[in-house]
């Protein structure tokens, strides 16, 4: 929805717009600061980069950054809140991580200071509808990821939320399909993550997290098949890429909500032995199965957020991680590896693309722990398996081979299918980590 306009913004303005002649950073006039905003766009135009302060987006960032501290004490208005917003969505990528959180959070304060959240019936009531919910959906869906409280509130808006004809694409809407997703994230964080809610019983948080997981589906059944989630992005189906990044952050706001319900719940009920538990481990495990699937379709370019570059597919190789490690034999274990080692192999080739400033190669030790754990355990069940066949065998042997006799007859203290445990010989998780973080290896 950003990409086609600000590359046209770029091309068409170019850099050298936003100084004046003399070379000097000029004043902060609206129409100014509006020009080096949507200059900004040279990032989705090949202009960017993975790390923070290089490149022509960054050059120009750093301009956008100088500007800010007059930006503020201007007179808060719609187009003050569209500059800030507009540097709120260069941050949400790899390079802006650091400033990230402190520029939505002013996005947040200033658009609720200039009165968008409230109903509007001027002339631009719609663009500024549209600005609040930009920055809505940006704001509640960052706080939750940082787990921090959010700025705006929610039974404080009035403002309706517009049709904006280039998110919709066939009978997709996904700028509504995304401001319910927010809203969703919001209520989530306020029943189950807030301070207040540490005051509920465990009842009372399982009858939260049905509740959401019900609105979850629901809200998901609704989203038509081709961007649904649980159905496979097939790129070829799609006309525009856009189309694409908004179907995997549908897919990726999905799993991320699912996983966080479930592993809370796991959380509440960790003193109950019950077959819910098992479920929701099951359920956990196949949401970030399917976020580790979609990396095939993430392009590692500068402009794409954080929250789908690494947060997300981070997120599934240490749930899947700690599954194969908890359960080594599980019938689930050998495909859990294979998706294990591809992540990592995603993460290699992120740090190919980073040109090493993303050292995810680190990442491929996990997989080979994984890997290594599972192998002696497997072989070790295998040894049990064997040597408790044989020694029934022998002893069934012995018992049809021989008389029976009265009188006593020799005790074996060992019972065939049984083994002694011998702690020596056992291999830990510890073995493997001292092992892989030796230099010989």
């Not at 004490?73 to 569209?82: I, S």
Request: aromatic share 10%.
């Amino acid at each position: 929805m950003v990409k086609p306009r600000v590359e046209v913004l770029h091309r068409n303005l170019g850099p050298s717009s936003i100084w004046n002649r003399s070379g000097e950073v000029p004043c902060p006039s609206p129409g100014r600061t509006r020009r080096l905003i949507n200059t900004l766009g040279c990032e989705f135009d090949s202009g960017g980069s993975f790390a923070p302060g290089e490149g022509e987006a960054w050059s120009l960032f750093k301009v956008a950054l100088d500007l800010y501290p007059r930006v503020l004490l201007l007179n808060t208005d719609l187009l003050e809140v569209q500059a800030i917003t507009a540097m709120a969505v260069f941050c949400l990528n790899l390079s802006g991580t650091q400033i990230q959180g402190k520029i939505i959070s002013e996005a947040a304060r200033v658009a609720q200071r200039a009165f968008l959240n409230k109903a509007s019936s001027g002339s631009d009531a719609t663009i500024r509808s549209r600005a609040f919910w930009v920055v809505y959906y940006i704001e509640k869906t960052v706080t939750f990821h940082h787990g921090t409280t959010s700025f705006i509130v929610d039974c404080d808006i009035g403002s309706p939320i517009p049709i904006v004809q280039e998110a919709v694409f066939g009978d997709f809407d996904w700028f509504l399909t995304s401001i319910r997703f927010a809203r969703l994230y919001s209520r989530t964080f306020t029943d189950l993550f807030s301070i207040s809610a540490t005051n509920n019983s465990k009842t009372a948080y399982l009858v939260k997290i049905n509740e959401l997981e019900t609105l979850l589906e629901q809200q998901c059944q609704a989203i038509p098949p081709p961007f649904q989630p649980g159905t496979k992005i097939r790129p070829q189906a799609f006309s525009h890429p856009c189309e694409i990044a908004a179907a995997l952050r549908v897919h990726y706001h999905y799993h991320e909500i699912k996983i966080a319900l479930h592993r809370l719940k796991l959380h509440v009920t960790r003193d109950q032995c019950s077959s819910h538990s098992a479920s929701n481990m099951i359920d956990m495990m196949k949401s970030a199965r399917a976020v580790i699937e979609l990396t095939r379709v993430i392009y590692q370019e500068p402009s794409t957020p954080f929250y789908i570059l690494i947060f997300m597919p981070f997120t599934a190789l240490f749930i899947l991680f700690d599954l194969i490690i908890h359960d080594p034999i599980h019938e689930d274990a050998r495909s859990n590896l294979v998706l294990l080692e591809s992540v990592a192999g995603y993460f290699s080739a992120l740090e190919y693309a980073t040109s090493g400033y993303l050292p995810g190669s680190m990442l491929i030790q996990f997989a080979s722990i994984a890997r290594a754990f599972h192998s002696s355990h497997t072989a070790h069940g295998e040894e049990i398996s064997d040597s408790s066949s044989s020694s029934m065998g022998i002893a069934l042997d012995q018992t049809t081979s021989q008389p029976l006799d009265t009188g006593p007859q020799p005790t074996n203290s060992q019972i065939p299918w049984e083994v002694s445990t011998d702690f020596k010989s056992l291999i830990t998780i510890s073995d493997y980590v001292n092992t892989a973080a030796s230099p010989t290896r």
